[in-house]
């Protein structure tokens, strides 16, 4: 039995009362405002610091072209760029496309900033939606500070490495969370629920199908709790009913073609031409990343909380369905059954274990906190708490080190690249309507592996130098620029390398009636090796319609005479720009802020930041895919500020609705 507070000695009522400051400074405004700040500058101090650096890794190129087809030209344009075997299909992957054309539009950022925003705007949005999941699972700031500073510590790993589909899928996803439980008697909660499972389906399907098949794991897990199915069915079945009804709008919007033409699934889950070693050897690099002698044991210690939390009685949201979450996690054994698939893929499809992660930070640092404030000896429990804090501090060192996060010269367009691209496309304004553009790109013995991932690469990276209405006309060739010209596809001994160059030109030969010849670009960033790199810089001998770009230096040549030109000098933004960004951001993310306080009437700070700005993205992705699916069009300026506007009095009348008294059963649409 507890002790009455009058019969306690006086230095336990002492370290009593100095853990209950602790706790209410840790959950102030303040203190959550602090720990968004550390997780923003963590991600953000090199773009900072370095303003104009394109975004980590490869990938960013591929949602950055894509962007700019979405702003420029007919939506359906996306879907005709697939390339050799596919490579450039999304498919209706285009939540990322939708929320870079309003950053463009209303923002008013440049083609390179907006994969910078996603970059560090996912990293940290992300574990401050589980950290205010966290929070109400558990109403202890602590555990908010913890899971933030821990599910963050973890978002620097290979594991997401420019997947930003499908870090958008896991944002989404992860604030479906709060919604799970309400739905069980809300409509307002189904109706939100299903809406953030079918943006999800146009953001990463993978992901977005390995939530609803969890969710469907629900009914199971009801019946082995209640014994009864009838039981089980009324409990879960509103929810199974709402993720199912988000899941199959989405599914029928892909098939039925929502922008026009229809999409399969299956083009935006392609994978590496790569065998059981390599899937093998990858997955043993991408966990390595994560610390993995001390994570794993952390993350054991969150389940564990996570299982004494199921049994307490001290909140009604459900930590089953996290627990569940953790299942895709099995799909890593693989390679025990000789099977043969990329295994690393099934750890970035949930955030549960970023959630279990900063959970068992939690409970273990709280642990030693508690043993040492019996004094003495036991004060030494003060080095565990050193111990588990160093943890997520490693993951981040190991993060920084991994992704080269803080070197200005290393992200999806090179320095080089930059050079030569950024001299195209300052020429290539004004569009041509009558003619495309072909890059030719080659590399010297690449394993096929690799080889499929240069040509995808090359070509998205390629697509910067395509302003507004040249990227749908823009096409790749591998191969030697000899033979395209003599419109052969190069053969080399390796099967797959002829095939990517066969069906490169494929796509080239076929022309519109009354389209100019293609204007043909080599660039020497691109062709560093193969039959390309010896034409540097000796360039006669091909005419007018040929550039040899080299050190952001154009160079066409017209009955053997050759002319040089460099890229224009565009200045730089002045403050007003500035001012626009900060401006048009706060617009973006008032509409979740607004709904938020209808939605979750006792929200605070420490759901407000996370789930607010989560919220919106939501809803301005939705918007934005509705609002092309009814126009058709590019998404233009004014088609942009409409949707904003529409959406924004939609928030607000519904915030307004929110004012009147509601009932106590269904005031809260997230139930604590």
Same mark, same amino acid.
């Given at each position: 039995m507890e002790d009455h507070p009058q019969t306690r000695p006086q230095g336990q009522k002492s370290r009593g009362r100095e853990g209950l400051k602790l706790r209410r400074l840790?959950?102030?405004?303040?203190?959550?405002?602090?720990?968004?700040?550390?997780?923003? %500058? /963590?991600?953000?101090?090199?773009?900072?610091?370095?303003?104009?650096?394109?975004?980590?890794?490869?990938?960013?190129?591929?949602?950055?072209?894509?962007?700019?087809?979405?702003? &420029?030209?007919?939506?359906?344009?996306?879907?005709e760029i697939r390339g050799p075997d596919h490579v450039y299909a999304g498919g209706y992957r285009i939540a990322t496309p939708v929320l870079g054309a309003y950053l463009r539009r209303i923002a008013g950022l440049s083609v390179i900033p907006v994969p910078s925003f996603f970059a560090v705007g996912l990293r940290v949005l992300i574990p401050l939606v589980l950290a205010a999941w966290a929070y109400r699972w558990r109403r202890d700031?602590?555990?908010?500070?913890?899971?933030?500073?821990?599910?963050? =510590?973890?978002?620097?790993?290979?594991?997401?490495?420019?997947?930003?589909?499908?870090?958008?899928?896991?944002?989404? %996803?992860?604030?479906?969370?709060?919604?799970?439980?309400?739905?069980?008697?809300?409509?307002?909660?189904?109706g939100v629920l299903g809406m953030l499972v079918f943006v999800a389906g146009f953001a990463h399907p993978t992901t977005f199908a390995v939530f609803c098949g969890v969710v469907l794991l629900l009914l199971p897990a009801a019946v082995l709790r209640t014994r009864?199915?009838?039981?089980?069915?009324?409990?879960?079945?509103?929810?199974?009913?709402?993720?199912?009804?988000?899941?199959?709008?989405?599914?029928?919007?892909?098939?039925? #073609?929502?922008?026009?033409?229809?999409?399969?699934?299956?083009?935006?889950?392609?994978?590496? +031409?790569?065998?059981?070693?390599?899937? &093998?050897?990858?997955?043993?690099?991408?966990?390595?990343?994560?610390?993995?002698?001390?994570?794993?044991?952390?993350?054991?210690?969150?389940?564990?909380?996570?299982?004494?939390g199921?049994?307490?009685?001290?909140? #009604?949201?459900?930590?089953?369905?996290?627990? %569940?979450?953790?299942?895709?996690?099995?799909?890593?054994? #693989?390679?025990?059954?000789?099977?043969?698939?990329? &295994? &690393?893929?099934?750890?970035?499809?949930?955030?549960?274990?970023?959630?279990?992660?900063?959970?068992?930070?939690?409970?273990?640092?709280?642990?030693? /906190?508690?043993?040492?404030?019996?004094?003495?000896?036991?004060?030494?429990?003060?080095?565990?708490?050193v111990g588990i804090a160093a943890v997520p501090v490693g993951n981040i060192a190991t993060g920084y080190g991994f992704s080269q996060w803080a070197n200005p010269s290393y992200g999806w367009l090179q320095a080089d690249e930059r050079a030569d691209l950024g001299a195209?496309?300052?020429?290539?304004?004004?569009?041509?309507?009558?003619?495309?553009?072909?890059?030719?790109?080659?590399?010297?013995?690449?394993?096929s592996v690799d080889l499929k991932g240069f040509v995808k690469r090359s070509g998205n990276v390629a697509r910067y130098s395509t302003p507004g209405g040249w990227v749908g006309r823009a096409r790749v060739y591998l191969g030697s620029l000899e033979n395209l010209t003599a419109g052969r596809p190069t053969r080399r001994t390796s099967a797959l390398y002829s095939r990517l160059s066969s069906a490169s030109l494929h796509g080239i030969a076929r022309q519109s009636p009354g389209e100019r010849l293609p204007l043909v670009i080599v660039a020497g960033s691109l062709n560093e090796s193969?039959?390309?790199?010896?034409l540097f810089p000796s360039q006669r001998g091909y005419g007018k319609n040929v550039w040899f770009v080299d050190d952001g230096r154009i160079t066409a040549c017209?009955?053997?005479?050759?002319?040089?030109?460099?890229?224009?000098?565009? +200045?730089?933004?002045?403050?007003?720009?500035?001012?626009?960004?900060?401006?048009?951001?706060?617009?973006?993310?008032?509409?979740?802020?607004?709904?938020?306080?209808?939605?979750?009437p006792d929200?605070?700070?420490?759901?407000?930041?996370?789930?607010?700005?989560?919220? =919106?993205?939501?809803?301005? /992705?939705?918007?934005?895919?509705?609002?092309?699916?009814?126009?058709?069009?590019?998404?233009?300026?004014?088609?942009?500020?409409?949707?904003?506007?529409?959406?924004?009095?939609?928030?607000?009348?519904?915030?307004?609705?929110?004012?009147?008294?509601?009932?106590k059963s269904g005031a809260a649409v997230v139930a604590s």
């Amino acid at each position: 039995m507890e002790d009455h507070p009058q019969t306690r000695p006086q230095g336990q009522k002492s370290r009593g009362r100095e853990g209950l400051k602790l706790r209410r400074l840790l959950g102030t405004p303040a203190a959550f405002a602090a720990t968004a700040c550390v997780l923003l %500058l /963590c991600f953000a101090t090199p773009f900072l610091i370095h303003p104009d650096r394109a975004a980590p890794f490869d990938d960013p190129a591929f949602y950055s072209w894509r962007t700019e087809v979405l702003l &420029y030209e007919h939506p359906a344009e996306l879907f005709e760029i697939r390339g050799p075997d596919h490579v450039y299909a999304g498919g209706y992957r285009i939540a990322t496309p939708v929320l870079g054309a309003y950053l463009r539009r209303i923002a008013g950022l440049s083609v390179i900033p907006v994969p910078s925003f996603f970059a560090v705007g996912l990293r940290v949005l992300i574990p401050l939606v589980l950290a205010a999941w966290a929070y109400r699972w558990r109403r202890d700031p602590f555990v908010w500070h913890a899971v933030a500073l821990g599910a963050g =510590s973890l978002m620097l790993s290979a594991l997401f490495k420019g997947f930003t589909d499908n870090m958008m899928a896991l944002l989404l %996803l992860s604030a479906a969370l709060f919604f799970l439980h309400g739905a069980r008697r809300s409509w307002a909660a189904r109706g939100v629920l299903g809406m953030l499972v079918f943006v999800a389906g146009f953001a990463h399907p993978t992901t977005f199908a390995v939530f609803c098949g969890v969710v469907l794991l629900l009914l199971p897990a009801a019946v082995l709790r209640t014994r009864s199915l009838p039981s089980a069915l009324r409990l879960e079945g509103p929810v199974i009913a709402a993720v199912l009804a988000g899941a199959l709008a989405a599914a029928a919007s892909w098939h039925f #073609g929502l922008w026009g033409q229809s999409a399969s699934f299956s083009e935006a889950a392609g994978t590496p +031409p790569g065998g059981q070693s390599f899937f &093998y050897k990858t997955l043993g690099y991408f966990v390595s990343t994560v610390n993995p002698a001390v994570t794993l044991p952390v993350l054991v210690i969150g389940i564990a909380a996570l299982a004494l939390g199921m049994r307490a009685r001290t909140s #009604g949201l459900s930590s089953r369905f996290v627990v %569940l979450w953790l299942l895709p996690l099995v799909g890593v054994f #693989g390679f025990v059954f000789n099977l043969t698939y990329p &295994y &690393y893929r099934f750890i970035n499809t949930t955030a549960a274990w970023l959630l279990v992660f900063g959970v068992g930070v939690w409970f273990a640092a709280r642990f030693f /906190c508690r043993v040492a404030q019996r004094g003495g000896l036991a004060r030494a429990a003060l080095i565990g708490l050193v111990g588990i804090a160093a943890v997520p501090v490693g993951n981040i060192a190991t993060g920084y080190g991994f992704s080269q996060w803080a070197n200005p010269s290393y992200g999806w367009l090179q320095a080089d690249e930059r050079a030569d691209l950024g001299a195209v496309r300052s020429q290539l304004l004004p569009r041509d309507p009558n003619r495309s553009v072909v890059f030719v790109i080659d590399h010297a013995r690449l394993k096929s592996v690799d080889l499929k991932g240069f040509v995808k690469r090359s070509g998205n990276v390629a697509r910067y130098s395509t302003p507004g209405g040249w990227v749908g006309r823009a096409r790749v060739y591998l191969g030697s620029l000899e033979n395209l010209t003599a419109g052969r596809p190069t053969r080399r001994t390796s099967a797959l390398y002829s095939r990517l160059s066969s069906a490169s030109l494929h796509g080239i030969a076929r022309q519109s009636p009354g389209e100019r010849l293609p204007l043909v670009i080599v660039a020497g960033s691109l062709n560093e090796s193969g039959a390309n790199a010896g034409l540097f810089p000796s360039q006669r001998g091909y005419g007018k319609n040929v550039w040899f770009v080299d050190d952001g230096r154009i160079t066409a040549c017209v009955k053997g005479d050759c002319a040089s030109r460099r890229a224009r000098a565009v +200045p730089g933004p002045g403050w007003w720009h500035a001012v626009r960004v900060l401006g048009g951001l706060a617009l973006l993310l008032a509409p979740g802020v607004l709904l938020l306080r209808r939605l979750v009437p006792d929200a605070g700070p420490a759901e407000f930041l996370g789930l607010g700005p989560a919220l =919106s993205v939501a809803f301005l /992705c939705l918007t934005g895919v509705l609002a092309v699916a009814v126009t058709r069009s590019p998404f233009s300026s004014r088609l942009a500020w409409i949707s904003l506007g529409l959406l924004l009095c939609a928030a607000l009348g519904w915030a307004a609705l929110g004012r009147r008294p509601a009932k106590k059963s269904g005031a809260a649409v997230v139930a604590s």
